[in-house]
């Protein structure tokens, strides 16, 4: 079955059957899109072909279960539109980018360019290096208009690495211009790495058409992609297929093990994705990725279709909040950010926003909240009917944290 735009709008939602574990069509409105989304009902099934397979194949499974990374790794491509892309998976970014970050020629280039509004995993890195003698160069995200060009300028032959988001976390916007810091990064010599965990599912990311075919790539399947825990993935640009992490698992040379060494203690690497690998790993994530990525092709959830469903019910939302009319020092927007620069939340800015969230949850409505946002994250499986009705609580909920 192929859904279209129209079908995901009606209620009930025509995907909703397909999430009955997570009983999306019930009494709870899942406003957590950008943070934890519900999985498809294939999931549980994954979990389960894990199971069985490591019951009769005992330690024969490590072939199956490859065969089932490779499924993940095909879905990312489709998603990055790099067809023939070397992906490696990991159990996080975190993981990805510290072994990312042992690449680099520190020595030589001590010196990193990112933004003040960088994800968690890697602006906590950055922060502990700085502390121990790393040059962190901090660019303020605002106008995000002109922030590609602003990290392009900060680049020169000390730059190890820029580190940026495609879709900013706190705010939802998308940078746009992005091959301007590509460019930059090539004529310096430095590599750049886009994080683009907010980005895949939500807008069309095609590296090549927006100019970061030579770009490192991270994000995870967590969020949008409805993938779970353990499906993180890195893009390894072309040109960087033979780089040697120095923190390195013994997973890296797995391919290479039934091969006679020459150098006892020379550390050989396999494959470019390979060279990422950790050790011994729980292969149910990617059972459980394989599985949903299969039943986004089944169902015709391809990049486009889902940027437009989430640009749908972006305005949905935005004119449901709109039209509660709240007073701006309760909960407003930022109205001067279109919804087409957005990516798949919408932000709201109060004061009271951890409140806010709390008393959302009790009242069945989940949504998360960073600092004075709380944001709210519809999906493809709620009709529009449950964005509206999810909204009118937020109103509620709003004036009643304001009042105390």
């Not at 943070?35 to 009902?41: N, V």
């Not at 390979?274 to 089944?298: E, I, K, W």
């Not at 926003?353 to 709620?382: F, Q």
């Amino acid at each position: 079955m192929t859904v279209t735009l129209d079908d995901l709008r009606r209620s009930p939602n025509v995907l909703a059957p397909h999430y009955s574990r997570f009983d999306v069509g019930g009494d709870r409105i899942l406003l957590s899109g950008h943070s934890h989304q519900a999985w498809p009902d294939v999931a549980e099934d994954g979990l389960l072909e894990c199971f069985a397979d490591a019951a009769a194949a005992v330690d024969g499974k490590w072939a199956l279960a490859e065969a089932k990374v490779e499924q993940v790794r095909d879905g990312y491509r489709r998603f990055l539109g790099d067809p023939g892309g070397e992906v490696a998976l990991g159990l996080n970014t975190h993981d990805l980018i510290v072994k990312l970050l042992s690449c680099l020629d520190l020595r030589r280039r001590p010196r990193v360019v990112t933004t003040e509004g960088e994800f968690h995993s890697l602006r906590r890195q950055l922060d502990r290096l700085a502390e121990e003698g790393l040059e962190v160069v901090r660019v303020p995200v605002e106008p995000v208009d002109t922030l590609a060009e602003r990290l392009g300028a900060e680049v020169d032959d000390r730059t190890a690495m820029v580190g940026v988001s495609a879709v900013l976390f706190m705010t939802a916007q998308v940078v746009p211009g992005l091959a301007a810091v590509a460019e930059a990064c090539e004529r310096h010599g430095a590599d750049l790495l886009v994080d683009a965990y907010h980005a895949l599912g939500t807008v069309v990311f095609d590296v090549h058409g927006l100019g970061l075919a030579s770009a490192w790539v991270t994000g995870g399947g967590y969020k949008y992609l409805q993938l779970g825990e353990g499906n993180a993935f890195l893009r390894i640009p072309p040109h960087r297929h033979d780089v040697r992490p120095a923190i390195t698992g013994w997973f890296a040379e797995f391919d290479l093990l039934t091969t006679a060494r020459d150098e006892p203690h020379h550390v050989a690497y396999g494959s470019p994705a390979s060279r990422f690998a950790s050790g011994t790993y729980d292969p149910a994530s990617a059972y459980r990725g394989a599985r949903v990525f299969g039943f986004f092709a089944d169902q015709g959830l391809t990049p486009g279709l889902l940027h437009d469903c989430y640009q749908h019910q972006l305005g949905v939302l935005a004119a449901a909040f709109d039209a509660l009319d709240l007073p701006p020092e309760v909960i407003d927007r930022d109205r001067t950010v279109p919804i087409e620069g957005l990516g798949g939340f919408l932000s709201l800015i109060t004061p009271h926003a951890g409140d806010v969230r709390s008393g959302l949850t009790e009242r069945g409505v989940l949504t998360d909240s960073r600092g004075d946002r709380l944001r709210v994250g519809p999906a493809p499986y709620l009709a529009d009917d449950q964005l509206r009705d999810g909204m009118a609580v937020i109103g509620e909920v709003a004036l009643a944290a304001s009042r105390g």
